[in-house]
Nanobody, 121 residues
Framework: QVQLVESGGGSVQPGGSLRLSCAAS????????MGWYRQAPGKQRELVAD???????NFLDSVKGRFTISRDNAKNTVYLQMNSLKPEDTFVYYC???????????????WGQGTQVTVSS
């Protein structure tokens, strides 16, 4: 099994910054990609940003230029730096990891427990 432990959520004023971290642990061969999704009550979860093991990144259009994603492969940890936060960034943010249990095996998707980010004055 794979466990994802998130940290770094909280409340901040508009224009402020937060940094989310997510560390993966457990039994696996490799992590293909790690990323962050967000979800509002009653709505679908949407991809905010992800990053492959090679460093290729992908961002939701509304966060481009404000959020950055980085990854420490040695620590199996992904970071989401969120700057210039807006009230519309208020969501529960979930960490995701796409993991292989063997070199030729399928990819499995795992989720963190979620962390609340609230942007309000």
């Amino acid at each position: 099994q794979v466990q994802l432990v998130e940290s770094g959520g909280g409340s901040v004023q508009p224009g402020g910054s937060l940094r989310l971290s997510c560390a993966a642990s457990g039994s696996f061969f490799s992590i293909d990609a790690m990323g962050w999704y967000r979800q509002a009550p009653g709505k679908q979860r949407e991809l905010v940003a992800d990053i492959t093991s090679g460093g290729t990144t992908n961002f939701l259009d509304s966060v481009k230029g404000r959020f950055t994603i980085s990854r420490d492969n040695a620590k199996n940890t992904v970071y989401l730096q969120m700057n210039s936060l807006k009230p519309e960034d208020t969501f529960v943010y979930y960490c995701n990891a796409r993991v292989r249990r063997s070199v030729t095996g399928p990819v499995f998707s795992y989720w963190g427990q979620g962390t609340q980010v609230t942007v309000s004055s």
